[in-house]
């Protein structure tokens, strides 16, 4: 668990970024702070949990909650998130803590010896927190739940890693390495600290694949495993404007019109109390999808020797002598393809409920050293008709313009930072 976690050595700085508690800021009561660069591959899945679950209750005015409605947020998005991670057909979750008293020794141990650190080396006896670890086992969800309610369980430094072991234990070091595909990378970068993409996914989705694009794809013989089904929470990346990578509908389009914004070093939360942004898929959105797994190389055309099986995926009628007649209509040149809009025109004529033309964005940055104040901002966003907006040196606009290429967004105040 420990390599999985930190790799082979940590460098001590970088463990330390690790090390703080939950709390929040005082002018948005339900706003994680973030010290220390790093744990934003924690910190953002919760607070996306936590907004997920306000939007849920139809909460419109943050800034009136009450400390102990934050802490309830705050303890059920750690509940979701260890439950979204438990194994199938398992539902035991393991609780991984240090103890307010424990910890309160072992500070005291650190600040008598502080004058010997400049003599230290530069890594980290991680095995010093192991020793220091209480694991408990709940039998399901509803149990964990009473207990955190019942006990004041988090509230040292400690706390995020506690969390991240509490994930790891939950889904199985074994699970999460054979779902990562890499055995070499660890969670936690042990050079500069950042989470990993792996990590991310596994807060938000339950499985630990390193890859964002939608389903399975085959690279010479080998099969990578990306995201499998919509998630609760999406995720867009600035990585994607510079083509280093591919987000795919199931993170791009969640149910929950809630996103993690992921920039070169950091990770930060962007939202919008529109339900209209997150709709359930339609039937057409389904076919694009499944059209999709058949073209993986995104040509927007698929053999027309695949016609039956996409229909067949969809549901839908796929007799021979029906597809014989439908081919004459969807590949009218007889060129052997058939054409994603022309295959959308005919099975799926109606496109469904349109997404909003205007609507406003909230945006989260929770390090304190880019938004010291800790506030959430606002901004208008429109959608333009035919144009795209203009993005040039704007992150942010260029990360929003992967989901959404024509949008433009007037901020209230300055354009919030995505480092």
């Not at 964990?144 to 889904?171: H, M, P, R, W």
């Not at 007649?325 to 295959?343: R, T, W």
């Amino acid at each position: 668990v420990k390599t999985l976690v930190f790799g082979e050595g940590i460098n001590q700085t970088v463990f330390e970024r690790w090390l703080q508690p939950f709390k929040f800021y005082k002018d948005e009561p339900i706003a994680l702070v973030q010290e220390s660069g790093g744990p934003c591959a924690v910190l953002a899945p919760i607070q996306a949990s936590i907004i997920r679950k306000c939007l849920q209750d139809k909460i419109q005015n943050f800034r009136e909650l009450s400390k102990d409605t934050a802490n309830s947020l705050l303890l059920g998005a750690i509940c979701e998130i260890l439950s979204r991670c438990r194994q199938p057909g398992n539902n035991s979750i393991t609780l991984a803590t240090v103890s307010q008293e424990v910890a309160s020794v072992w500070q005291d141990s650190l600040q008598c010896n502080s004058s010997k650190r400049m003599r230290c080396d530069d890594t980290v006896d991680v095995e010093t927190l192991h020793t220091c670890l209480n694991l408990e086992t709940f039998p399901s969800p509803t149990k964990l739940a009473q207990f955190l309610d019942e006990n004041e369980v988090f509230g040292t430094k400690y706390d995020i890693v506690c969390l991240l072991y509490s994930v790891i234990l939950t889904k199985g070091a074994s699970a999460i390495n054979e779902e990562r595909q890499d055995m070499e990378e660890s969670l936690i970068n042990p050079e500069f600290g950042h989470g990993s993409q792996s990590l991310v996914n596994l807060l938000i989705t339950g499985q630990a694949n390193q890859n964002v694009f939608d389903g399975v794809r085959d690279l010479c013989g080998m099969n990578l495993t990306g995201i499998c089904q919509q998630s609760d929470i999406g995720f867009l990346s600035y990585l994607e404007c510079l083509r280093y990578l591919e987000v795919g509908e199931n993170l791009k389009s969640p149910k929950y019109p809630i996103w993690l914004l992921g920039s070169e070093t950091h990770i930060t939360l962007l939202w919008s109390q529109d339900a209209r942004l997150a709709n359930q898929r339609s039937p057409r959105d389904l076919a694009i999808m499944a059209f999709n797994e058949i073209d993986k190389d995104q040509a927007g055309f698929i053999p027309s020797t695949s016609l039956q099986n996409l229909l067949s995926k969809l549901e839908l009628f796929s007799e021979d002598e029906y597809i014989k007649i439908m081919l004459e209509k969807v590949d009218p040149d007889k060129l052997g393809i058939v054409l994603l809009p022309l295959f959308l025109d005919e099975f799926f004529p109606c496109s469904g409920q349109l997404a909003p033309d205007t609507f406003t964005l909230h945006h989260y940055n929770g390090l304190r050293k880019s938004n010291s104040s800790g506030k959430f901002a606002k901004g208008n966003a429109v959608i333009l008709e035919g144009v795209h907006g203009k993005a040039d040196g704007n992150q942010m606009l260029q990360t929003l313009q992967t989901k959404w290429p024509s949008i433009a967004i007037d901020w209230e105040d300055a354009t919030p930072s995505l480092n």
